[in-house]
């Protein structure tokens, strides 16, 4: 048996590889052949019908209905209280790192007048 894919039928074919002085050398390019078993029966099948004949199905999704008034108000309310607590974690994160500035310009050693 023939190294054929025994779904689409696909065999090997010709190609040429080209030297720098454009000599043509004829050569033979093979199919990527696995065989598989399927339903009891041994296939041979090249790598591009395996990968469609694994392929699931799409399924579309249904669209999620709009947000309700109340609930878009509920969420704009959500969103509002986060950036609040956001911005006060900022704040207190400044502050720490300003008294921390502070804390070091404090202790920073002063050189003494060299002796003669």
Known sequence: MGKKCDLCQRVATKGASRSHSKIKTL??????????????????LCTSCLRTLDKPKRVKTPRKPALKKEEKEALAKKKASMNEKRNDLRVKIAKTKASQNKARVKTKKVKAPAKK
């Open 27 to 44: 050569k033979r390019q093979g199919i990527n052949l696995q065989s598989k078993t399927i339903d009891g029966m041994k296939l041979k």
